[in-house]
């Protein structure tokens, strides 16, 4: 799967040595080899769904800081039949909500 998210985020101190963060959005989910159980059943190709996030950057320099981060997505995706008599039956849903990590290092120009 490959789960692009987009936040809008608010800064506490954008100009402190340490600058924690918040943040809300959307992550759109696209599901890749969707058969599941031998291709007897498939789950939609797409998902929507909100995106939490916290975070935080250390200045190292006047220009170079570390970054740290966590999100929390909400991905659902309806998982059907794929074969047979009962093909495109929804069996039910299949709720994903991982916490995704993120450590970068930036620049401010």
Do not use: C
Request: no cysteine; aromatic share 12%.
């Amino acid at each position: 799967m490959l789960p692009p998210t987009l936040t809008l985020q608010y800064h506490f101190a954008p100009e402190a040595t340490f600058r924690p963060y918040a943040g809300v959005g959307v992550n759109y989910t696209q599901f890749y080899n969707v058969g599941l159980l031998n291709n007897q059943l498939n789950v939609d190709r797409s998902s929507w769904g909100p995106a939490l996030q916290v975070g935080a950057d250390y200045a190292v320099t006047k220009d170079i800081f570390v970054n740290f981060d966590v999100k929390k997505l909400y991905i659902k995706t309806d998982v059907n039949v794929s074969k047979g008599a009962l093909a495109g039956t929804k069996l039910g849903t299949l709720t994903l909500d991982p916490w995704v990590i993120g450590v970068g290092i930036g620049t401010k120009f």
